[in-house]
């Protein structure tokens, strides 16, 4: 999602102020935080009414039919098109994909709370056995929200340059989804499992704390523009749900793990 931002160029002079004290920044920013935690609290909301079975008929079908492909596969289909067919995205265009994705994978951790609800234990391709129950899923989202808020605080407020270590942690991100595609040519392993998830969770959270900076620097390039700063703010709620998204799946992961 990173096509919405633009270049930065710094101000000199009185304009030169610490940018982490201007008021239309902070409010940007609160915006921006305040749409993630609406979409984290629709996405559990999803997860919860479809996991838990409280709509007779509905876990069924979203979960027991070939519909879930749609909800597992859609939001990445979802980012791939957005980026070829949104040239100039608008404010309402990017906040239909905002939700949708996170509509999308609120259903994806619906299956979460089933394993929780049932109490039974899974295998993982790599022969590991979980047990996932209400209790690691509070561990699990108490862990990510305290080091999201952590990183997102030091990307904010840090005055070094993170774009070159962002640059690269996008580019070692492609390199473990490519790692983990290959990986089912070959034998399962669990080693290679929890590797590629530790690698996943490490890279979130270098790029929490660049998208925080980058969001930063980007409000004022379009300071006054409110059509942008609202694309803006979709975009990077986007970004940063599905960060969040990532962290807390990997900790259950890795949590429920017997």
Known sequence: MNEF???YTPRTGADSMDMSVDAGLRAFMLGVYQKLALG???SGAIAFVVGSGLVPGLTQLLLGTPLFYVFQFGPLALIFGSAFLMKNPSPLATGILYWAIV???GVCLSIWVLMAMSGNSVTTRGGASMTVNFLIMTKAFLLTASAFGVLSLFGYMTKM????IGIIAVFALWGIIGIS???FLFPP?????VLIQVGV???SGVLVAFQTQELKQSYFAFEGDTRSLAVMTNSGALNFFIMFYNMFTILMSLLSRD
């Open 5 to 7: 931002n633009r270049a």
């Open 201 to 203: 969770l490490g890279i």
């Open 161 to 164: 340059n993170l774009r070159p």
């Open 181 to 183: 595609l290959l990986s």
């Open 40 to 42: 984290i609290a629709l």
């Open 189 to 193: 392993s669990g080693m290679m499992e």
């Open 103 to 105: 509509s999308m994978l």
